[in-house]
């Protein structure tokens, strides 16, 4: 009977195993992956030491320590496979990490997170139980004012505004020591800049990120102050709506044009001025200088809102930005000097610059002339135009506090003009403000742009945060914009409609009173007959 069954378990086909829920994952091709897209950055044996990695901040991850910020495991455990994919799939907001869903296959991107994973041995320690927290559902009444009562309450007492500051833009007094594991500097994220969150900037996303801490940083979980029974799961939520309400409900989108309205008033010389809360403002983005040396690949001015009036003789340019320090300011030149020495500034490798006490700088460009025809857009070259076709330029810094007009003849080059640009600054709480005035028509046609209404002025940014060592070339450039000057809308647009509603309406009574009448005579002759 035993060898019978024996037999016949020998000779019966092989029952077919179900379908795996994971798609197997192939390490050889995904080494191949890594090696095209991934060592610049990260290094051929995973380290974070590519030939890239000198140049950003904060630096590519080493994958040997298998420290990961991003997870949704508990703090020191390491991340699930989900994870990994999230992070390859979506990027890493703020930092140089791209997004590759899209640019990568699925089997590449699976293939190249197996392959992450051999940098590490504890990986392949299988008395390692990777698991992802269980998270609570939001709860609800995130946006009320209890709610962020509650929230701003537990930001103050567990500590958050020491790095994060009063007003969240990443310039508490604990600010300039910041560090990472591997002793590079890091900054305190700007709550005010949600799109730029590592791990996603949606409340959910917020709460994650509290309940598991970002290893490596100084950034720790609070999981356990809910073990503690120093805060609730919900109080823990709180904290986070507190924190999303501090961004725009949506990530700015940059458009073209900035849309100055004419106002009837006098345009507002103050930053502060209340008009500005009745103005729309715009979003734009700032990258590093990487065209000339030295270079800059790590700006800590990542955009600027910019808004915009006139009032038919006066323009009124107003500029703000988060800035985490009122350069100069020596507790911050620590900070500085790391910066320096962790971002290389060009490919030629010289020593670093010592730390100074440079100020913060903010430009705005435009052409010294507008094309003659709209439709011609020329532009000069938008990196402080050239020795032949120079920009024109309002330049602001804050020691001294002083706004100069001036032209650009490159980057090495600025010839101060006579002509008036008056500059107004608040800096509060992290954030500069700025407004420039200049009257639209000025005497010097030859180099001071005329301001039109009407017309496609093409507009450009540059700023330097000084306690990040930027002056000179070291600065974030915006690429050509455009300000339209708004004409009012003549009384004729809105009248004319009206009147021609009315004269309409009365030809439609005229027939009317027609057709009736015409019907009562045919009545009443029906009647004689």
Known sequence: MIDALLALVLVAPPVPRPPSLVPLQDTTHGKVVYAKWCAGCHGDGGAGDGLAAAHMLPRPRNFTGAVYKIRTTASGQLPTDADL????????????MPAWKGR???????????????????????????????????????????????????????????????????????????????????????????WRFRGGGSTGDIYHRLRTGLDGTPMPS?????????????????????????????????????????????VP???????????????????????????WFAPAVSGVWVQALHDGRTLALRVSWDDRTQSPDSAWLGFEQRVLETVAGDDSGPPPPKAQPWPDQLAVQFPRHLPESPAAMERPYFLMGSETDPVYQWRWTSTPRRSIAGLAR???????????????????????????????????????????????????????????????SRMAVSTWYFLALDRPTPPGVFISPVLAMLVTLGLGLVVVRRAQGGRRGTVRAGRQR
Request: glycine share 10%.
């Open 85 to 96: 994919m999230r992070a390859i799939d979506d990027g890493l907001p703020g930092t140089a």
């Open 269 to 295: 010389a103050s930053p502060d001025d209340s008009v500005w809360g009745r103005v729309g403002r715009y979003w734009f983005p700032l990258v590093g200088q990487v065209i000339r040396k030295s270079r």
């Open 222 to 266: 609070f999981s356990d102050l809910i073990d503690q029974k120093f805060l609730t799961d919900e109080q823990l939520w709180r904290l986070a709506q507190y924190v999303r309400s501090l961004s725009p409900p949506e990530p700015p989108e940059v458009q073209d044009v900035i849309h100055a309205p004419q106002i009837a008033a006098p």
């Open 410 to 472: 490159g980057i090495e080059r600025f010839d101060t003009l006579p002509g008036v640009v008056a500059g107004q600054a608040r800096f509060d709480h992290g954030e500069w403000r700025l407004v420039f005035t200049r009257a639209l028509a000025t005497p010097d046609t030859a180099n001071e742009v005329q301001l039109e209404a009407g017309r496609a002025i093409p507009v450009a940014f540059f700023a330097w945060d000084g306690s990040s060592g930027e002056h000179g």
């Open 104 to 194: 990568l296959s699925d089997a590449e991107r699976r293939d190249v997170a197996a392959y992450i994973k051999t940098f590490s041995a504890f990986f392949a320690d299988t008395s390692q139980h990777v698991a992802a927290l269980k998270f609570s559902s939001e709860p609800s009444g995130g946006t009320g004012a209890n709610a962020l009562k509650t929230g701003r309450q537990f930001y103050d007492s567990i500590g958050c505004r020491k790095c994060h500051g009063d007003q969240g833009r990443g310039d508490g007094p604990s600010a300039p020591t910041l560090k990472d594991d591997a002793g590079f500097p890091i900054f305190a994220a700007d709550l005010h800049q949600s």
